[in-house]
């Protein structure tokens, strides 16, 4: 698939910066003239994704966040948001809905939030290396009437 646009970019590990990402996403994917509701799925996923990398990627530590995001032809979202934190041991089970290393106000819903909003998700993972979380969105195309 051709690539139509794309930007990257990185930041602290820092739970002030979430925000931030979400923004970053909304005003990238807004080149595709989503829908409030298609808007919304992609940020709570980013949403979720950035979290993951700060509370449990980097849990002893500030490193850094990775975005890079193109818009596809088709009028498709890619984004990959990446971490070089402790990584995840089992992934598989890490995207079971409930499943938690930290506990305490930690659902565990994560990845299923995440795969719920998203027409994709990828997760590769290597302990001590870190995790990318690559996801897919597709745009539904406006109608619009002439008259």
Do not use: W
Request: glycine content about 10%.
């Amino acid at each position: 698939m051709q690539t139509i646009n794309k930007f990257s970019m990185n930041f602290l590990a820092r739970s002030s910066n979430e925000g931030f990402a979400r923004a970053c996403i909304a005003a990238f994917a807004a080149g595709l003239d989503p829908t409030l509701e298609e808007l919304n799925d992609i940020k709570t996923a980013v949403s979720e994704a950035v979290t993951n990398c700060i509370v449990h990627a980097y849990a002893e530590k500030i490193g850094k966040v990775y975005i890079m995001a193109e818009i596809l032809e088709g009028g498709i979202i890619k984004i990959k948001i990446r971490d070089n934190g402790c990584g995840i041991e089992n992934v598989d089970m890490a995207m079971q809905p409930l499943f938690t290393t930290v506990g305490g106000e930690r659902a565990g819903l994560g990845f299923a939030v995440m795969q719920s909003f998203m027409d994709g998700i990828r997760v590769t993972s290597k302990v001590g290396r870190g995790t990318t979380v690559t996801m897919l969105k597709k745009i539904s195309p406006r109608i619009t009437v002439n008259g």
